[in-house]
């Protein structure tokens, strides 16, 4: 059974930083490319960022380029999201995702996702 599960979000003040992980099970997640997308209320769900099955490769939406960095530890079988400089439009609940393919794009359709874990941000 595939799971992934979220882990790290909380209440944080504008300007502060989080680091988000996910931890996947129940399939080979090292050879799968693993990605991060949010949903703010009433917004759809949009793309954040994500990474290839080897961790080189990495792509990011223009809205987080510099201040999100996503990383992984296939030997964990944990991807993780820095987010650092935390703005108030970031508050979202955050998912992590997971695809057969070995690159995650910024157009992926994952075949996997998480249940979110949820980002406030207070100003």
């Known amino acids: 059974q595939v799971q992934l599960v979220e882990s790290g979000g909380g209440l944080v003040q504008a300007g502060a930083s989080l680091k988000l992980s996910c931890v996947a099970s129940?399939?080979?997640?090292?050879?799968?490319?693993m990605g991060w997308f949010r949903q703010a209320p009433g917004k759809e769900r949009e793309f954040v960022a994500g990474?290839?099955?080897?961790?080189?490769?990495?792509v990011y939406a223009d809205s987080v380029k510099g201040r999100f960095t996503i990383s992984r530890d296939n030997a964990k079988s944990t991807v993780y999201l820095q987010i650092d400089s935390l703005k108030p439009e970031d508050a979202a609940v955050y998912y992590c995702?997971?695809?057969?393919?070995?690159?995650?794009?910024?157009?992926?359709?994952?075949?996997?996702w998480g249940q979110g874990t949820q980002v406030t941000v207070s100003s």
């Open positions: 990474i290839s099955w080897s961790g080189r490769n990495t």
């Open positions: 995702a997971a695809d057969a393919q070995l690159y995650f794009t910024t157009t992926t359709k994952p075949d996997y």
């Open positions: 129940g399939f080979t997640s090292s050879r799968n490319s």
